[in-house]
């Protein structure tokens, strides 16, 4: 019905930045009935866990880990969801994921990011 597609990963140093998209594609009906859109990561033998959200309207969430390093952002029009990760740290190597919830819930693939010290 919806499909997400990520974009944007890459290695990075530590201190850099990189800029994830994240494009919904599919049942029109299905995308305009999306809420809440986010990013969460997983790292190698680590659970899965969200790294910001942000609602059709413009209200956004961020983990602890993160907030102040990392923006989340939308438009709407073109169904995409961004973040800006800058002051990049090793910690934050992960799997990111694009998630989209509407009247279910959708994953994208994942796209690697990598911060090296």
């Known amino acids: 019905q919806v499909q997400l597609v990520e974009s944007g990963g890459g290695l990075v140093q530590a201190g850099g930045s990189l800029r994830l998209s994240c494009a919904a594609s599919?049942?029109?009906?299905?995308?305009?009935?999306?809420?809440?859109m986010g990013w969460y990561r997983q790292a190698p033998g680590k659970q899965r866990e969200a790294v910001a959200s942000i609602t059709r309207g413009g209200s956004t969430n961020y983990a602890d880990s993160v907030k102040g390093r990392f923006t989340i952002s939308r438009d709407n029009a073109k169904n995409t969801v961004y973040l800006q990760m800058s002051s990049l740290k090793p910690g934050d190597t992960a799997n990111y994921y694009c998630?989209?919830?509407?009247?279910?819930?959708?994953w994208g693939r994942g796209t690697q990011v990598t911060g090296s010290s």
């Open positions: 599919g049942s029109i009906f299905v995308i305009n009935v999306i809420n809440a």
């Open positions: 998630n989209a919830n509407g009247r279910s819930a959708f």
